[in-house]
Structure formats: C-alpha cells, structure tokens
C-alpha cells in the first residue's frame, strides 16, 4: 500500500496539481489507508498546529514591509545609492544590480520579490545601455537568491519552525556565506564585462554626490538594522522586529518622504495576503505530510541509507549536495524545505553534521535550484521582464551558477564559515 500512495504522489505531480493541494491528497489517502477514516480526524489538528506557531506571522509581516519600501520607492533610493558607489566600473549597472539586491535582502525574504523589485527598475535601464536582455535577466536572477541567504529570510523562518533551530542562529549562520555569494557574482560579473566592454559611467561620483545620495537612503538603509539587530541582540523576536519594520517602512513612505498614499496599500496587501495564503497552505498540509511519512519511518530508513552507503563525511556531503540540486531544479524551494528538512536534518545530524551548518547546505542548494532549468522561476521571472527567451537567459546565467556552486563548495567544505558568526554571537557552541 505505501508504493500505492507513492505512485498516487507521483501521477498528482504529473498531473500538475498544485503542491498543496497533493500533499492534502497524499496524507488523506495515507492516514485512511493506516488507520481507517476515523484517523482522518488527525488532519485538522495536524493543519491547525501547522500554522498556529506566533514565529510564521513574521512571514506576511516581512511580504508587506517589502512591498509598501517599494510603494514607497525607498527602492529606488538605495539603487540610486549604490549606483553612485560602484556604478563607474566597468559593467557598473550589472554591479548595481547585485549590490541593489545584497542590501534588499536585508528587507525581504523572498527570491521572487526580488527579482521583481530589482528587475523591474535595473532590467530596462541595462537594455537602454547596451546590455543584452538575457545578461541583463541572468544577473538579476542570479543576485536575487542571495536575498534568502542573507537575512532576514522566510524560507529560515520556515526551516526554524520544521527543525526547531532557533530563527537567531539561522540568520546569524546565514550573513557571511550570503555575503561570499554576493562577493563573488561581482567579480564574475566584472570579467564577463570587460570581457564584452559593456557600458559603465562615464566618471567616479563626487563624495558630495554620494553624501546626498547616502543621506536620502539613509532611512531605508536602517531598516535592515532594527531587524538584525533586535533579532541578534535577542531584543525582540522574529515576528516583533517584522512588525517594527512594517511601522517604520509606512512612517517613513508616508511621513517622512510622503510618497506613499493609502490607496497604495490596496496592492501591498493584496500581494501580502495572496502569498501568504499560499505559503500557509503549503505549510498545513506538509506538516501533515510529514507527520505522515515519520509514522512511517522514512527519516529512519533514510538516515540507514545514507550511514549505510558511506561513513565517509566528505563523500556524504558531496551526494547530499547532487541530491539538493537535482531537487532544487525541479521543486520550489519552500516545499522542497517543507517535505525535505525532516527527513534530510536528522540523517545529518547522525552522519556527524552539524544541524547548523546542514541547514545553510540545504538552503543554499535549493536557492540555487531557482536559476536552474527547467523549473528556475527567479530566471524565468527575470527573462519575462527582459523580453528575452527563457532558453536564452539559461545560457547566460552559467557564469553566474559556477560562482554560486564555488560558494557552496565553501560553505559544504569550510563549516567555519557558517559557524563564526553563531558561536560568537553564542548561537552556537
């Protein structure tokens, strides 16, 4: 019965069904099947206890603060910041780029939101400037997954609540391996452009013009400390800091530069309430899923596999990494960390990984997945807004996918790396 609800899995999948809406199936047709329809009153706790954690109502608070920055166009302010720091080298809007989306990280969670924010403004203007459409959607898709990485994040706050890793230490682990990905996409991006002699600005901005420029995005640039840092500083939770950060981005926008209106806020929270409802829905039915596949004993059996193939931690790591790819380049990153994280986190943690440093692996693994084919929906996104064809921004995105696989061969092989930060800020031991 069990390769019964494992081919019921895959043919719903095929059939393209929502993922939420099969892992409801899967766990309704596996709860009857275990213990009768009188186990199906398992669901509606399971459902209810998988969205009724205080820590996920940060995750709509972090959609909305996003969206009312960019309402707001505090977005526009920090690209125009950045520009003026770094645009005057060669290939300076794709540097603008990738810097633009190294500090909107520090705001929003999400690769997609992203994309969408710093595609829409940079995308055009590369084109106007010489730039091809699918470098100019390469760099934006490829600089857009640094944001999950870098906190604060929604797919960490996601993985805090299905491992019980404290939100704390996944930012802190998160900062420095997100900063190398950023780190190196610039270097990359420098030698394609002079490699190509892609355009730059014509001189070096004056101190003075930087000094106007930092002063205007100066308020915006705060944001990302009052999250950071009343988070790592343990002032304030995960979902306070979310909070403050919507209060403030709305004082700001509307008080302060006065570019936001209140029929603004329709949009914001509509896109907020649609994208939560989605993620919300995933998470009900995955925690239901998963209580499912533990009662089974698939974590266990999995952990013999892996232990049983190999005790070698170098080659463990090496499979686990192919295996997070090949799942990235087919299945979005939440549901994949959603029916993932539990079986995969206990496997590791028995092979002598740190669940710490597993956790940036998997995530970095399956952000990666959002550029690569044939799923790759930040660089289909990024395509879509360059007017270009999706097959042709895959072949421009290659530089960009070897600098962030590099990243990942030091963030698998270097646990340093991702543990300096947490054992100094005591996240770790």
């Not at 206990?346 to 044939?374: C, E, Q, R, S, Y």
């Amino acid at each position: 019965m069990k390769s019964a609800i494992l081919v019921l899995m895959i043919v719903i999948l095929v059939m393209g069904v929502p993922l939420g809406y099969m892992l409801g199936i899967v766990s309704l047709a596996g709860l009857a099947e275990m213990g009768g329809w009188q186990y199906l009153r398992i669901i509606a706790t399971r459902f209810h206890s998988g969205v009724e954690s205080f820590l996920l109502i940060a995750i709509p608070f972090f959609i909305l603060a996003a969206m009312i920055m960019n309402q707001s166009g505090l977005t526009d302010r920090l690209i125009r910041f950045v520009n003026l720091l770094i645009g005057h080298y060669p290939g300076g809007l794709s540097h603008v780029n990738i810097g633009g989306s190294i500090i909107f990280a520090g705001m929003t969670g999400a690769a997609v939101t992203d994309t969408v924010a710093i595609g829409n403004l940079l995308i055009p203007a590369m084109k106007r400037e010489g730039y091809s459409p699918e470098f100019s959607a390469a760099v934006t898709a490829a600089s857009s997954i640094v944001g999950p990485i870098i906190p604060p994040s929604i797919t960490m706050i996601v993985y805090s609540y299905i491992t019980g890793l404290s939100v704390g230490s996944l930012f802190s682990a998160g900062l420095l391996p997100g900063l190398l990905m950023g780190g190196l996409l610039l270097v990359f991006s420098a030698v394609i452009s002079v490699r190509r002699n892609y355009p730059r600005r014509d001189k070096r901005a004056s101190w003075k013009e930087i000094l106007i420029a930092a002063k205007d995005a100066f308020l915006a640039l705060i944001v990302p400390i009052i999250i950071l840092g009343s988070i790592l500083s343990g002032i304030a939770t995960v979902t306070e800091s979310a909070a403050v950060a919507v209060a403030y981005a709305f004082f700001i926008g509307k008080f302060v530069f006065r570019t936001l209106k209140f029929k603004d806020l329709i949009p914001a929270a509509l896109y907020t309430a649609k994208l939560t409802g989605v993620i919300f829905l995933l998470l009900a039915t995955a925690h239901t899923f998963g209580w499912y596949i533990t009662r089974l004993g698939i974590p266990a059996t999995v952990s013999q596999l892996i232990l049983g193939l190999t005790t070698n931690k170098i080659i463990i790591l090496a499979s686990i990494n192919i295996f997070l790819l090949v799942v990235g380049m087919v299945m979005d990153i939440l549901p994949a960390v959603l029916i993932l994280a539990p079986v995969l986190a206990p496997a590791m943690i028995k092979a002598g990984v740190d669940p710490l440093h597993f956790a940036l692996i998997m995530l970095v693994n399956l952000n990666i997945g959002m550029i690569t084919p044939p799923y790759g929906m930040t660089l289909l996104t990024s395509a879509r807004i360059a007017g270009c064809s999706y097959d042709r921004s895959i072949s421009a995105v290659i530089p960009f996918l070897i600098a962030e696989l590099v990243s990942l061969g030091i963030i698998t092989y270097i646990p340093w790396f991702v543990m300096a930060l947490p054992r100094a800020l005591g996240f770790a031991p």
